[in-house]
């Protein structure tokens, strides 16, 4: 089953405490600025990170009364690991359809090793490979900020309002039938969740959910790397 090119933005698990205290959150107020002026200082921000971790999902489940046998269900979920060196990408996707299920699996480090570019690499986890190439001339690790991908610039950000209650920042990207809530930490600026709001459907005879998630943290994996028994035991591919 090959990977699909997703729709959107695929996004992470959501994470939520469960506590027997009542907490009153303080009131979400209008920020003094804008969307578009937020992901600027967001993206200036990405400067002071040395490694950022990003977990998401993408599901739909589709179930029918009058025919289970042609129920549906399909996710994905991908990890990507970045600093400096090394950057780790996994996506697992499955999908079953009337009991019968589908599943594949792609893992890849890519990692600088002086002025070489190595990508390790394996699929439905069978016999990891590598492939080796010389880097650009200067080119001796990944820039933050270049390989963090989730803040786009765009005219239309312009116009957005931003929220607050002191702790976090947001904002909500509509378009089609998604909306996408972008959640910025107020302290560090950076981004730490986005959250897709999918409208399902259930008349009775048709029942379809949709998850949409990301979560991102920083700084945490500035040691990261290829371990040593995938780097001795891959096959060199041309």
């Known amino acids: 089953m090959k990977f699909k090119k997703m729709k959107g933005i695929v996004l992470g698990i959501v994470l939520f405490t469960m506590s027997s205290l009542t907490v009153t959150a303080a009131p979400m107020v209008q920020a003094p600025f804008t969307a578009a002026q937020l992901v600027d200082q967001s993206k200036a921000a990405l400067a002071g990170v040395s490694s950022y971790h990003v977990e998401s999902v993408e599901s739909i489940e589709m179930t029918y009364s009058l025919t289970p046998q042609v129920n549906f269900f399909h996710s994905i979920t991908t990890q990507l690991t970045a600093n400096p060196s090394c950057i780790y990408y996994q996506a697992v996707e499955s999908t079953t359809t009337g009991g019968n299920t ?14 070489v570019m190595k990508e390790y690499t394996s699929k439905n986890n069978l016999q990891w490979t590598l492939k080796s190439r010389r880097a650009k001339q200067g080119v001796t690790g990944f820039s933050m900020q270049d390989s963090f991908t989730l803040l786009k610039s765009s005219p239309g950000l312009t116009g957005i309002p931003v929220y607050t ?32 709001v999918i409208p399902g459907k259930n008349d009775g005879l048709q029942n379809i959910t949709n998850r949409l998630d990301y979560v991102i943290t920083y700084n945490m994996y500035d040691a990261f790397g290829v371990p040593a028994e995938i780097a001795g035991a891959a096959i060199p591919v041309s």
């Open 102 to 115: 589908e599943a594949a699996s792609l893992e890849r480090y890519t990692a600088f090793e002086g002025n």
């Open 165 to 196: 209650d002191g702790t976090v920042y947001q904002y909500t990207l509509s378009s089609d039938d998604v909306a996408q809530i972008y959640t910025f930490d107020a302290a560090s600026m950076l981004l730490i969740s986005i959250h897709g």
